[in-house]
């Protein structure tokens, strides 16, 4: 499929061929048929792009102060690759969009049926892409009566809506909105309809006019004098009710204006980014208050509600985004007396194939635009299934394929194999085909796709690294092995015993082998701490204290299986200091109730110069010493000889 992308690094903007995505328990995946460009806010992240390091740094203080305390945190060095690895990005645009249900995901099964149309919403997820993979929070049913083009208005509307729900106009209040660009006129309607009086503020006066047709009552181009008079002619000197600043600049200016505008205690809503040093005198006098709208509504930025379908009780949280964009669709309609009109609001419509052509649009305003839609080629392509090579490597060779491609697959791990010889990449596979096609390209693979099986299927893959988030370690770990890959797989394994023992039950009957990458061992204070040891003979008593600090709460760690079961296991190979000999691990903790265990392994070495794998798994119980509580462990000590015989102790 095609996608569009932009370079977080260079703000080189681009359409390109990527793998399609593949639909996931949740999640709808939809063809689209119409999207919106929003001028305003993707013009900001492209020029933002385009920025030196220095200007991204000024124009964003708050991750240089991120990046400071990474750089506390974690070392320059770390902190560096990271920043670049994140600037290496590739950055999918767009966040408004309408398609076609083609593939429903599990649990959404009776929800929604397949070719349903609905409107999308969701930057990173509702792209300017020929398919996308949206949550069932982040979509809304179409009426049957409203076009593709006009249900792509419904994220920018649902931004719109929100303020509007912030700012809470009564019957007959008068409201200013300041700025009428596409959100600023999708405000001006709804406040309308929702019974206020719109004053509408531009310096721009076609956008006044456009207003005005579509429900302002008073419009004004800012910068010809009397405003102030004007509006109290029409409050009856009381002033406005409210205020929507809808406008998009670095100055205060805004925030001045409304101040002198509103009434005695009136509310402030900001949807747009301008700046924020606010007269503090004019605010006092009047005890104005101030909100700033976050983006569709509650839900917004909360993970569990957008990316794990968590609902929120009705009786506390009436309008969520999920409603707001429903809503907002439902207002399109045509058969309503009284009726949200964004085809008014569409000033150019470029096929997707030239999408290029309209970012330039809008970002060299040449012309003026406003609503600009991109429409794609509705006729379905069927995905063409890979061609695999029959041959397998060569005895000794190491083709290679990777599942996931985060930041420590791209800054630590890829890196570092690319610098071995005799290795070749064969496949890349992430859940995000710009990410599959990005990566592929700086490391070189063959191939990117979204599709697991083109791993698992492909004959000429003899081992595969998994370096995926931790939930799913083992499960893919077993299915390498049932398809006869040998395996290298991030820390940690499993998160429970039924993990652990599925890849037991995997390895028994496979042909390929694993091991685990656990790196502390290799960490400079602990070779140092071993040589001092070695020199000492007899027993020796190790006490590790750790402390990696609290991850952010909106760590992804936390949501998939918390810092313990990933973290805890570097302990253990530190611990181990002589090699060959047989241990236990006792943890000194308060809560008994945590069932424990230990996956050691055995260092990857590359027999005859060639990049395979070998090892052993070791799988150890952990005894609570709150009372020498002994958990159930259905695994017990046990070791099992990897093919090609018992490898060299340590980590890989």
């Not at 996931?24 to 939809?30: E, H, I, K, Q």
Request: charged share 20%; with cysteine.
């Amino acid at each position: 499929m095609k996608q569009v992308i932009q370079s977080a690094r260079t703000g080189k903007l681009s359409l390109k061929p990527v793998p399609e995505p593949k639909v996931r328990g949740g999640t709808l995946l939809v063809r689209t048929e119409a999207s919106l460009i929003s001028a305003g806010t993707e013009r900001m992240v492209i020029d933002f792009a385009k920025k030196s390091l220095a200007g991204k740094a000024k124009e964003r203080p708050d991750l240089v102060k991120k990046v400071l305390d990474k750089a506390r945190r974690d070392g320059l060095m770390a902190t560096f690759k990271a920043v670049m690895a994140r600037l290496d990005e590739p950055l999918p645009l767009g966040y408004s969009a309408a398609g076609r249900v083609v593939a429903i995901g599990a649990g959404l099964e009776g929800a929604f049926h397949i070719g349903q149309r609905v409107a999308m919403a969701g930057a990173g997820l509702a792209n300017h892409a020929e398919l996308n993979v949206v949550p069932r929070n982040l979509v809304a049913a179409i009426p049957d009566d409203v076009s593709d083009d006009e249900a792509c208005f419904g994220t920018l509307a649902s931004i719109a809506m929100a303020g509007v729900r912030n700012l809470a106009p009564q019957l007959g209040d008068v409201v200013a909105v300041l700025g009428v660009g596409l959100v600023g006129q999708l405000a001006a309607q709804l406040l309308a309809l929702s019974g206020a009086r719109v004053i509408a503020i531009d310096v721009d006066a076609q956008r006044l006019a456009l207003a005005k047709a579509n429900g302002a009552e008073l419009t004004w181009v800012l910068g010809q004098a009397g405003l102030p008079e004007a509006v109290a002619a029409l409050t009856g000197g009381v002033g406005c009710d409210g205020v929507l600043i809808a406008a998009a600049t670095d100055s205060s200016e805004p925030l001045e204006l409304a101040a002198e505008l509103a009434r005695d205690r009136a509310a402030l809503v900001m949807v747009g980014k301008t700046g924020t040093e606010f007269p503090y005198a004019a605010f006092m006098k009047k005890e104005l208050r101030i909100m700033v709208s976050r983006s569709y509504g509650p839900g917004r930025y909360d993970d569990d509600f957008e990316g794990r379908g968590v609902k929120y009780p009705v009786g506390w949280v009436r309008w969520t985004e999920s409603d707001n964009l429903r809503e907002c669709v439902r207002l399109m309609s045509p058969s309503l007396r009284q009726r949200l009109d964004v085809g008014s609001l569409v000033t150019h419509r470029f096929a997707f194939d030239k999408a290029e052509d309209a970012y330039d649009l809008v970002t060299t305003r040449r012309e003026p635009s406003m609503g600009v839609v991109l429409k794609y080629d509705s006729e379905t392509k069927p995905a063409v299934a890979p061609v695999f090579n029959q041959a397998r490597p060569a005895a000794g060779a190491c083709v290679l394929g990777v599942i996931g491609a985060g930041a420590f697959a791209r800054t630590v791990l890829l890196p570092e194999l690319k610098r071995l010889p005799g290795i070749t990449f064969q496949t890349i596979c992430t859940t995000r085909g710009q990410t599959a096609d990005h990566a592929a390209q700086a490391f070189g693979f063959g191939r990117a796709t979204t599709e697991i099986d083109d791993v698992l299927k492909d004959p000429a893959i003899n081992a595969v690294l998994v370096a995926t988030r931790h939930s799913n370690h083992a499960e893919l770990t077993a299915r390498c092995l049932a398809a006869g890959k040998s395996v290298i797989v991030e820390k940690p394994l499993a998160l429970d015993h039924a993990q652990v023992n599925q890849v037991i039950a995997a390895r028994e009957t496979s042909s390929g082998f694993f091991t685990v990458g656990f790196n502390r061992r290799f960490a400079p204070m602990i070779v140092e701490a071993a040589s001092l040891l070695a020199r000492h003979q007899g027993a020796k008593m190790l006490v590790l204290r750790v402390n990696a600090g609290a991850l952010p709460a909106e760590s992804w760690v936390n949501a998939a299986s918390g810092p313990r079961p990933g973290g805890i296991a570097h302990p253990q190979r530190p611990g181990r200091c002589r090699p060959g000999q047989p241990w236990r691990l006792r943890r000194s903790d308060r809560d008994p109730g945590v069932p424990g265990w230990f996956v050691g392994h055995h260092r990857l070495h590359r027999p005859g110069g060639f990049g395979l794998l070998q090892g052993t798994l070791r799988v150890f119980r952990w005894r609570n010493r709150c009372g020498h509580r002994q958990f159930p462990d259905p695994v017990g000590d046990r070791e099992w000889p990897h093919a090609g015989g018992k490898g060299q102790d340590g980590a890989g």
